[in-house]
DNA sequence: ACTATGCCCTGGGTGC
DNA sequence: TGCACCCAGGGCATAG
């Protein structure tokens, strides 16, 4: 499922195969309704349709395509979406769900298992901007923001962590990852954080998004580059999926349970309550 | 205003 | 071997 780390990986590889392409035409392929957030998709063509891409940048989870005209391409691949490049005239990829065709003879496919994944076309960032948090790698995420998130944050600090405009990027593996690494616990409440707790959490977020951007993301389920390679960091995982199995600080056996849906992972030793 | 819950979806795994 | 169930979780709609 990729988060922060893994559509960052998929950015920079993606970047020289479509940044200056012009966009000759569009595949959709059956299946694919759910894909498009505003269901005309003849606006969503013509919005793209002879026009460039100007360059790609992410923000949180979603990856944006700066297009000629003006306009952003923003796509979210969910639980199982995932991109790739190939020659113009190969057949239909499995689950393949909309295909990009550039002026080179080669072109961008979007695939989805589970139809979870979304496309849209913006005039401008604008709401955009206003409804996703700073980036968690980016310097405006910073003890100062959070803080100022959490302060009267009555939900548990994962929760807190999973909410996009709160920490954008992070995702249920690395809530629990940052948690652990900062020695917090998952359920504390969030605005029961100290501002030494505050700080912790904040360098941790990004030591692990960080690490696990160096070792090209973590394929637990689904995850795969734009080459259909996993990544390396699920070596690396210290608590996530680690139930019963020993916490690699303190040897405590790592504890799992439920927070807000999701599956929570911590040692109930160096993360106490 | 804030927070919690259910839903979408399908392949893979498990237990009988 | 087959079948029925359960699980994975990001973001949104809805309820409380």
Same mark, same amino acid.
């Given at each position: 499922?990729?988060?922060?780390?893994?559509?960052?990986?998929?950015?920079?590889?993606?970047?020289?195969?479509?940044?200056?392409?012009?966009?000759?035409?569009?595949?959709?392929?059956?299946g694919?309704?759910?894909l498009?957030?505003?269901?005309?998709?003849?606006?969503? &063509?013509?919005?793209?349709?002879? #026009?460039?891409?100007?360059?790609?940048?992410?923000?949180?989870k979603?990856?944006?395509?700066?297009?000629?005209? !003006?306009? +952003?391409?923003?796509?979210?691949?969910r639980?199982?979406g995932?991109?790739?490049?190939?020659?113009? #005239?190969?057949?239909?990829?499995?689950?393949? !769900?909309?295909?990009? #065709?550039? @002026?080179?003879?080669?072109?961008?496919?979007?695939m989805?298992?589970?139809?979870?994944? *979304? %496309?849209?076309?913006? $005039?401008?960032?604008?709401?955009?901007? /206003?409804?996703?948090?700073?980036?968690?790698?980016?310097?405006?995420?910073?003890?100062?923001?959070?803080?100022?998130?959490?302060v009267?944050?009555? $939900?548990?600090?994962?929760?807190?962590?999973? @909410? /996009? $405009? %709160?920490?954008a990027?992070?995702?249920?593996?690395y809530? @629990?990852?940052?948690?652990?690494?900062?020695?917090?616990?998952p359920?504390?409440?969030?605005?029961?954080?100290?501002?030494?707790?505050?700080?912790?959490?904040?360098? &941790?977020i =990004?030591?692990?998004?960080f690490?696990?951007? #160096?070792?090209?993301?973590?394929?637990?389920?689904?995850y !795969? @580059?734009?080459?259909?390679?996993?990544?390396?960091? /699920? *070596?690396?995982?210290?608590?996530?999926?680690?139930?019963? =199995?020993?916490?690699?600080?303190?040897?405590?056996?790592?504890?799992? *349970?439920?927070?807000?849906?999701?599956s929570?992972? +911590?040692?109930?030793?160096?993360q106490?309550?």
């Amino acid at each position: 499922m990729p988060e922060l780390p893994e559509v960052e990986t998929i950015k920079r590889d993606l970047e020289s195969k479509v940044k200056k392409r012009l966009i000759k035409s569009i595949n959709i392929f059956e299946g694919s309704e759910r894909l498009f957030i505003k269901k005309d998709i003849n606006f969503f &063509s013509t919005a793209l349709i002879g #026009n460039k891409i100007d360059c790609l940048s992410r923000h949180g989870k979603y990856l944006i395509f700066s297009i000629s005209n !003006k306009k +952003y391409l923003i796509v979210h691949l969910r639980m199982t979406g995932s991109i790739s490049i190939n020659p113009s #005239n190969s057949p239909m990829a499995s689950y393949e !769900k909309i295909r990009f #065709n550039f @002026d080179n003879n080669f072109s961008m496919s979007l695939m989805d298992i589970r139809k979870f994944a *979304t %496309i849209d076309i913006y $005039s401008n960032l604008v709401n955009f901007n /206003q409804r996703i948090g700073p980036d968690s790698i980016s310097h405006d995420f910073n003890p100062a923001f959070l803080k100022s998130k959490l302060v009267a944050r009555k $939900s548990s600090i994962k929760s807190a962590l999973l @909410d /996009q $405009s %709160i920490a954008a990027g992070v995702g249920n593996i690395y809530a @629990d990852e940052a948690c652990w690494d900062a020695g917090i616990n998952p359920l504390q409440k969030a605005f029961l954080l100290n501002d030494d707790e505050i700080n912790r959490l904040c360098a &941790s977020i =990004k030591n692990v998004l960080f690490e696990s951007i #160096n070792n090209r993301g973590t394929t637990i389920n689904n995850y !795969k @580059d734009l080459l259909g390679n996993s990544g390396y960091h /699920q *070596t690396k995982v210290a608590v996530y999926g680690r139930v019963d =199995k020993k916490c690699l600080r303190c040897s405590q056996k790592i504890i799992k *349970t439920r927070v807000v849906g999701r599956s929570t992972f +911590y040692c109930s030793k160096c993360q106490e309550l």
